[in-house]
């Protein structure tokens, strides 16, 4: 049985907030990252275990606000 993930199809941001986006529109830029922003927390979530075994799952702020950064330098450094 195959066990790949079927990729979702999510429709990309519309090119005109891209524009205003790597102009340097706040709102763009926003509207960019709640788009993503499901993606940052799925990539910033750590395993911690306690000193029972039990494992738990949380998002490391520190990660996702990072992530978060670098995804607003890409889209103001992002040539059209």
């Known amino acids: 049985m195959d066990k790949r993930k079927k990729p979702l199809n999510r429709e ?19 509207q960019i990252l709640d788009h993503y922003r499901g993606y940052i927390i799925k990539k910033s979530i ?8 039990n494992t738990y799952c949380y ?16 889209i103001i450094n992002f040539k059209l």
Do not use: S
């Open 12 to 30: 990309l941001p519309e090119y005109e907030v891209i524009q205003e986006a790597v102009a340097g529109n706040i709102l763009a830029i926003n």
């Open 59 to 74: 998002v490391d702020e520190t990660l996702r606000q990072c992530l978060e950064n670098q995804l607003v330098k890409k």
């Open 46 to 53: 750590r395993k911690l275990k306690d000193e029972y075994g």
